[in-house]
């Protein structure tokens, strides 16, 4: 479920193709969902994971925003089988992905893992941070480079 503090930044919602590939790995994770950023850049949408809607990465999408519970994450993947070593593969890969299309890696990350950070190490400038506490002791921290 789609948090109210994260509704009122990210307003629009619109739906995108599904991606069988990416699902394949993140399966019904309520944590994953792609933003992209609209003339005028203050607007956004949001696209809910939830809804297993995916998307193609062609489809211009300006990042992929992991948000991630305290513990939660790990534990969500480990019901499906994943491992963190898969996990970190995966989201190498979907980097690659976004930058293969779009000549950057621009992917916004939220982060509650410092295992996490390590992927992520040396790709991002932080140029920017909000932080919002949600209701299911969520932390929400986006890093956009």
Same mark, same amino acid.
């Given at each position: 479920?789609? %948090?109210?503090?994260?509704?009122?930044?990210?307003?629009?919602?619109?739906?995108?193709?599904?991606?069988?590939?990416?699902?394949?790995?993140?399966?019904?994770?309520?944590? !994953?969902?792609? !933003?992209?950023?609209?003339?005028?850049?203050?607007?956004?949408?949001?696209?809910?994971?939830?809804?297993?809607?995916?998307? %193609?990465?062609?489809?211009?999408?300006?990042?992929?925003?992991?948000?991630?519970?305290?513990?939660?994450?790990?534990?969500?993947?480990?019901?499906?089988?994943?491992?963190?070593?898969?996990?970190?593969?995966?989201?190498? %890969?979907?980097?690659?992905?976004?930058?293969?299309?779009?000549?950057?890696?621009?992917?916004?990350?939220?982060?509650?893992?410092?295992?996490?950070?390590?992927?992520?190490?040396?790709?991002?400038?932080?140029?920017?941070?909000?932080?919002?506490?949600?209701?299911?002791?969520?932390?929400?921290?986006?890093?956009?480079?």
């Amino acid at each position: 479920m789609i %948090d109210e503090v994260l509704e009122m930044i990210l307003t629009t919602l619109d739906h995108v193709r599904k991606d069988e590939y990416l699902a394949r790995f993140l399966f019904h994770m309520n944590y !994953v969902v792609f !933003v992209k950023q609209h003339k005028p850049a203050e607007t956004l949408s949001l696209w809910p994971e939830e809804h297993n809607v995916l998307g %193609d990465l062609r489809g211009g999408f300006d990042a992929i925003v992991y948000i991630s519970g305290i513990g939660l994450i790990k534990e969500e993947f480990r019901k499906h089988g994943i491992e963190r070593a898969t996990l970190e593969h995966t989201l190498y %890969d979907l980097m690659e992905k976004f930058y293969r299309y779009h000549n950057t890696y621009g992917i916004w990350y939220v982060d509650c893992h410092s295992w996490m950070c390590r992927v992520f190490k040396g790709v991002f400038i932080n140029i920017g941070r909000l932080q919002y506490e949600f209701k299911k002791n969520y932390s929400l921290k986006v890093f956009r480079h």
